[in-house]
């Protein structure tokens, strides 16, 4: 039990590794996320429904179904795996990406559906105005839209952050338990409350755990508030 | 409001009725119970085993028989908080032990009824020719940059074991950075079905009950602890006692060995 504040080095591992896959998660989601969600709020289009239910899909499945069809599509034996590694030489699963792309197929829904709603309500109309005064279409798009739909931008990143904090089935399934590699702090906190005795650094962990999803939360709130103020 | 009552006393009978059914239901079933029904809490690892032999058991004695299958620590707790079990069934003497010095076991009837043994395995289409003798020692060569699949040695009883024999072979120190710790035996082994790690430990009767996976070394079954599966009579149910005996018998032995039990 020695380290930073009592916390041995494993505790540490986990509690980087989930940050570190936080952050890869909500960085790799947001652009996508801001397109997806503005082609939904504005065009309707063939098969619109479908993909709408896809991006869904991983909203109401149980996340280990999720981690198992993950691994049934991107693993060793699928044809997208054996391509990958053929021509690569990478193994998605029980890797450092798994427990990203698991991630990123959990919260994706969150951030999508909050960028969506918000777009929906930027008015229409100031759009066409840019775009009468000259301003390009990819203008309009990042001085026009992304700044009024700001806040549900704002808290769908940080829930897309926060949900992939607490990413559990998806990534014990698709990226495994390894320690320094996958194993997140859920993770680790599910490791240690196998073992007897080990009461004490789960209470540690849930109490991190506890306090990164506060300040996570806090901070997208100051900046939504920072932003209704400008 | 009228309407309303009358809503609340028709919701009411239909409750009634339905409770009362339930508890009929249970009387016939404690009626049975005291006749022919045995309750069996069984880990989970003898599920397949278990069907078949309670298939025969039911056709010799007329019985029938309730299997409840979960890992043994959660059926040694259910016992412990008051769950009605006639026979326990499980993976290891510890819980076993357990349950008897709680006061469960009647009558000392707790008895050794089968063993496993741990194996190592690689997907079926893998180069890894099955063993000679000294492939164990091969081991980290073998595994590479990939990873070898077993239980999680800190909490799953296969990944104990597994790691008590890869330490007897001097080999846990080489090979700890590569294990790729699973949450139970059962997804180590999904997981070299699935080629995502070249090999893996698991229960020799794991490894019998996949066509994907291939035997291609065993550890011997002095390098762990003993992996018995151990039965104790939990109730003063007489067909109780006929299963108990059953488990142990002449008749029971070949399907123990076909589902790659050791007796």
Redesign the interface.
């Known amino acids: 039990m020695n380290g930073i504040l009592g916390f041995n080095e494993i505790e540490i591992q986990a509690i980087i590794l989930s940050l570190k896959v936080a952050v890869y998660c909500s960085v790799i989601s947001l652009p996508l996320a801001l397109i997806l969600g503005y082609k939904m709020a504005r065009y309707s289009f063939i098969g619109k429904p479908i993909i709408e239910g896809l991006i869904h899909l991983p909203l109401v499945m149980p996340p280990v179904t999720t981690g198992y069809l993950l691994?049934l599509l991107l693993?060793?034996?699928s044809l997208f795996g054996q391509w990958l590694y053929q021509t690569f030489g990478i193994?998605l699963?029980?890797s450092f990406s798994a427990a990203v792309i698991a991630s990123i197929f959990v919260s994706f829904p969150l951030i999508v559906r909050s960028i969506r709603t918000s777009m929906e309500m930027v008015d229409p109309g100031l759009e066409d105005a840019s775009r009468i005064l000259g301003a390009s279409k990819l203008k309009t798009f990042f001085k026009v839209t992304i700044p009024l739909a700001a806040p549900g931008i704002i808290s769908g990143t940080i829930l897309a952050f926060a949900r992939s904090l607490g990413e559990f089935g998806a990534t014990?399934t698709f990226a495994?338990?390894?320690v320094g590699e996958t194993q997140t702090l859920p993770l680790a906190i599910?490791?240690y409350m196998?073992?007897p005795g080990q009461e004490g650094t789960t209470m540690r962990l849930v109490l991190v755990s506890v306090v990164i999803s506060f300040i996570a939360m806090a901070l997208s709130e100051w900046l939504i508030k920072r932003r209704k103020k400008a | 409001m009228r309407l309303a009552y009358r809503y609340i006393n028709t919701l009411l009978l239909i409750s009634l009725s339905i409770v009362l059914l339930l508890s009929c239901n249970n009387l016939s079933n404690k009626k049975q119970n005291e006749k022919q029904e045995v309750t069996v809490f069984a880990a989970a690892s003898l599920t397949n085993v278990l069907h078949e032999i309670v298939d025969s058991f039911e056709v010799k004695y007329q019985a029938s028989v309730k299997l409840n299958l979960a890992s043994s620590g959660a059926l040694a707790r259910q016992i412990q908080l008051g769950a009605s079990a006639d026979v326990y069934l499980s993976a290891n003497t510890q819980w076993a032990n357990y349950i008897d010095s709680l006061g469960f076991v009647k009558q000392n009837l707790i008895q050794e009824i089968a063993n496993n043994s741990l194996v190592l395995i690689a997907p079926k289409n893998s180069d890894i020719q099955l063993f000679k003798t000294d492939i164990l020692l091969d081991l980290p060569v073998l595994i590479g940059e990939g990873y070898l699949s077993m239980g999680d040695p800190n909490h799953v009883p296969a990944g104990k074991y597994s790691k008590q024999a890869l330490e007897n072979y001097n080999l846990y120190s080489k090979v700890s950075h590569r294990i790729l710790p699973t949450k139970d035996v059962r997804t180590a082994l999904m997981v070299v079905e699935m080629n995502e790690a070249p090999l893996g430990i698991v229960f020799s009767t794991d490894a019998k009950s996949s066509e994907k996976v291939k035997v291609v070394g065993n550890f011997s079954i002095s390098s762990h602890k003993p992996i018995n599966y151990v039965a104790a009579v939990c109730s003063n149910n007489k067909t109780a006692l006929l299963f108990y005996n059953f488990l142990n018998s002449e008749e029971t032995l070949p399907i123990w060995i076909k589902f790659g039990f050791i007796k």
């Open positions: 691994l693993g060793s034996n193994k699963a029980f014990i495994g338990n390894i599910y490791a196998q073992v």
